[in-house]
């Protein structure tokens, strides 16, 4: 992760004065104990200033509707303190300036409300955006005076700077670092060849000179070929820089893989607005850490239930293996039957004939009961070895169709892609009673392709598998999936057409891919049409069974 720096900032501030001065704070929300949501309008035009200081993911920036979703915000029940203080100082408030204090990470939105008495009172709120440090800091501007800050900093954590309510708001200690635009180049020189020997070239520069990262010096020596510490190459790094921190109009631009951002090097997507850069750079990377999250949440739970399934299977299986045996005591009391007339007196043990094998046969005796009372006890135990025997093939039916439903489950979180995906399976397997009455049922967004004029649909999750069985096929629809492998139901949308050779090998192939057997050298994927598909009742969504199916071998 790239951290936000004071040019950012200031390019920021230039981007968006305009629409912050004489806006008003129409609303406040505070989704987390490090975020906070400012809602501005201002003629006719309202905004959403999304504050972050998570020391990961520390920002601010105008956020769009993509964004705020991809954030995963929700809002308490009950509000924190602090928001409940930014209410009644900020709610119907008029931002009067944004300022920013010289090469400090911090943005001041300075606003006039009123007092109790109905006296204009003018009071700032200090976004402080430094990493580990960050803070939202809200403090008069007459007495200096904080009336509350996200979080408090007592003297245990900081000698230097204390911020709590009641005490006076000071900015953060001078670095003692050089202004790099008033240095000459000789001092710079000096500086470099007297440090170089213990530190890399990055290191030195971010430790003495202001407002340029560790990144800015690596990219400035990538872009400008600089190998070396000789005085042609520290003289075109000291250019470089100077260019950096003069350029007003830098054109920011985002990697591929959402990454890095640079003014320095030229990535391919580019982004006219600095605001558009943060919301979005942002954003994926708070998806990304949710996803991740949410997902070794969901993977423990099913694994666990996975494990507790496989437990209860093997032990079912040796119910049933025992009952196997169970035709042993039949047998037994069936020859205690046989030889009545000659069980006058016995033992705890005899032997006796069975007449259809002509063999002897010892049984284990009661001697307590009589000969007809020992066979009963043997029918007995055979006919609860069986009555076990049945519940447990009946058990062991169920906690099979249990353990496929958690298997597809296991893939299905590995695979979600994104993170509303991966929200869709929690609400599946963890609902929230609560929430589940309150939101409203979104929109299911179901994977489409298309292959020779056939819709393609595949579902990620077992919520999107029922979708697409219950609301988007048809009775003559082809369905398919890989047989007997966690994977997506893969559908094909006919109009009563027949799909050619082709098209059928195709979307096997997605289906391969779209399943645990997708590193396979070979794989069976079955079709049938979606008439001959039936989920049973009282079972986990995402489960079917099927019938006149084909099968398409995958390589």
Known sequence: MINIDSKILEIFIKENRDFLQGARVQKIQQPTRREIILHLRKNSESRKLYININPRFSHLCFMNRENEIRRNLTQPQHPPMFCMLLRKHMEGAKILDVQKPQNERIVELLFENYNEVGDVIEECLAIEIMGKHSNIVLYNTDTNIILGCA??????????????????????????????????????????????????????????????????????????????????????????????????????????????????????????????????????????????????????????????LKNSLKNQSQQIEKAKKADIYRLKADIIMANLYILKHFGTKVVLKDYTSDSDVEIDMDETLSAVENANRYYKLYNKAKRAADIAKTLSLETSNELIYYQELFYSIENAGCYQNLIEIKQEVLPDVQQTKKAKEKQINILKTEINGFAVYIGKNNKQNDYIYSKLSSPDDLWFHVLNTPGSHILIKTDKKTPDSDTLLRVAQLAKQYSSAKNSSKTSVVYTMRKYIKRPLNTKSGFVVFKNEQEIVVE
């Open 151 to 308: 979080h408090n900093i007592g003297a245990e954590k900081s000698k230097e700077r204390e911020l709590a309510g009641g005490l006076p708001y000071i900015y953060p200690p001078k670095q003692n670092k050089k202004n790099l635009l008033t240095t000459r180049f000789s001092t710079f020189e000096k500086i470099i060849e007297k440090e170089i020997q213990d530190k890399p070239l990055k290191n030195i520069v971010n430790e003495k000179f202001l407002a340029i990262a560790q990144i800015t010096v690596e990219e400035i020596c990538k872009r400008d070929n600089i190998v070396s510490e000789n005085k042609e190459d520290i003289q075109k790094l000291y250019i470089g820089l100077h260019e950096y921190l003069e350029n007003e109009n830098p054109v920011y631009s985002l990697s591929d893989d959402k990454n890095t951002y640079s003014s320095i090097l030229s990535y391919p997507k580019k982004y006219e607005k600095v605001n558009e850069l943060i919301d979005d750079y942002y954003a994926y990377h708070i998806e990304i850490q949710n996803m991740i999250s949410l997902s070794s949440e969901l993977k423990v739970f099913v694994q666990k239930e996975i494990t507790r």
